[in-house]
């Protein structure tokens, strides 16, 4: 592979292994490295045009990607990789044609359907909903917990994620975040009275459907 960028350093998440995306053009294709880039010298960070041979290919839970590679080379750095980010909230193919879209860039806004469960260890994932695609199960917004606890995101928020790779688990497209910087919670709803009990004559207790700043 000859002067295909670096477009994201993905972090150790849980169990699963650090890494580096390469890209070259913003239709892709793309592929997920997956080998600590601090094994590597120089270390890639994104926005290095690289040149890489690629030494061993692998399958994991659908995703093709790199095992092992040798001769690493930085051409030059710096560039900016947000140029090769593909907008895809209006895209209709994103689960139909997930191999077409696996590793790219993408950027996405889109409203969360479901609550977040566990999507693999210090991870968790939600259905969402685009302008292109509505009640597709197998299209879900992925995010790493540390992210997830620092963004309002549950039923009914509309999220914004960045220029980041896309995932996938098998069928399922995974748009996801690893960094606080890849999402933005733009718009939630309203929180709603779940439960109200007096407990004295002068105390009532309420129950919100999500938690609350106490001193708000």
């Known amino acids: 592979v000859a002067g295909a960028w670096v477009t994201y350093i993905k972090p150790t998440v849980g169990n699963e292994a650090t890494g580096f995306f390469l890209q070259a053009d913003a239709v892709g294709p793309a592929l997920f490295v997956a080998v600590d880039p601090g094994t590597l010298n120089p270390v890639p960070v ?4 690289v040149t890489i041979t690629i030494a061993t290919m692998g399958t994991a839970a659908g995703q093709r990607q790199a095992t092992a590679v040798s001769g690493f080379a930085v051409n030059s750095s710096g560039h900016d990789v947000a140029t090769l980010a593909q907008d895809v909230g209006a895209a209709t193919d994103l689960v139909s044609a997930l191999t077409s879209y696996e590793a790219e860039l993408v950027t996405l806004t ?4 479901g ?8 991870h968790s994932s939600a259905p969402i909903d685009t302008a292109g695609i509505q009640g597709d199960a197998n299209l879900r917004a992925r995010l ?4 997830l606890a620092g963004v309002e995101a549950y039923l009914g928020c509309t999220l914004t994620i960045t220029a980041t790779p896309m995932w996938r688990f098998n069928a399922q497209a995974q748009p996801s975040a690893w960094l606080a910087a890849d999402v933005t919670a733009n718009t939630c709803p309203n929180p709603v009275v779940v439960a109200a009990s007096g407990t004295n004559t002068t105390t009532v207790v309420i129950v919100f459907d ?4 106490p001193a708000s």
């Not at 790493?144 to 992210?147: I, L, P, R, S, Y």
């Open 46 to 49: 994104a926005g290095d045009d």
């Open 115 to 122: 609550p977040f469960g566990a999507a693999g260890t210090g």
């Open 210 to 213: 999500r938690i609350l700043d």
């Open 110 to 113: 889109g409203t969360l359907t």
């Open 144 to 147: 790493a917990d540390t992210v």
